[in-house]
């Protein structure tokens, strides 16, 4: 049974930076992606970044230049390191994993990944 466990969440003030890590258990795939993904309330989730199993990255421009992904495979582990961080980035950070899509990373879209995390807040003060 795959789980991901979300961590690193908190409250900064603007401008400051924070590390979230997802650690995956009972993974068993060779090939893959993970991403993650945001939802601030009242809106939709919506994908920040993904990397796949070798490396590739995909980053979304509202953060490309503050925010950068990163994976350690062989502890099953995706980090996401946001920097310089802004008031809208305020949100739910969930991390999200697929075996199925050479793709899905690419379009990050939710629908497109099967396995999530419960989630890790993120709330930064102006």
């Known amino acids: 049974q795959v789980q991901l466990v979300e961590s690193g969440g908190g409250s900064v003030q603007a401008g400051r930076s924070l590390t979230l890590s997802c650690a995956a258990s009972g993974w068993t795939y060779s090939s893959y992606w993970m991403g993650w993904f945001r939802q601030a309330p009242g809106k939709e989730r919506e994908g920040v970044a993904a990397?796949?199993?070798?490396?590739?990255?995909k980053i979304v421009d509202s953060v490309k230049g503050r925010f950068t992904i990163s994976l350690d495979n062989a502890k099953n582990t995706v980090f996401l390191q946001m920097n310089r961080l802004k008031p809208d980035d305020t949100a739910m950070y969930y991390c999200?994993?697929?075996?199925?899509?050479?793709?899905?990373?690419?379009?990050?879209?939710?629908?497109?990944?099967?396995?999530w995390g419960q989630g890790t807040q993120v709330t930064v003060s102006s």
């Open positions: 990397i796949r199993s070798d490396g590739i990255t």
């Open positions: 999200a994993a697929d075996s199925q899509s050479p793709f899905s990373g690419w379009y990050l879209r939710p629908s497109d990944f099967p396995y």
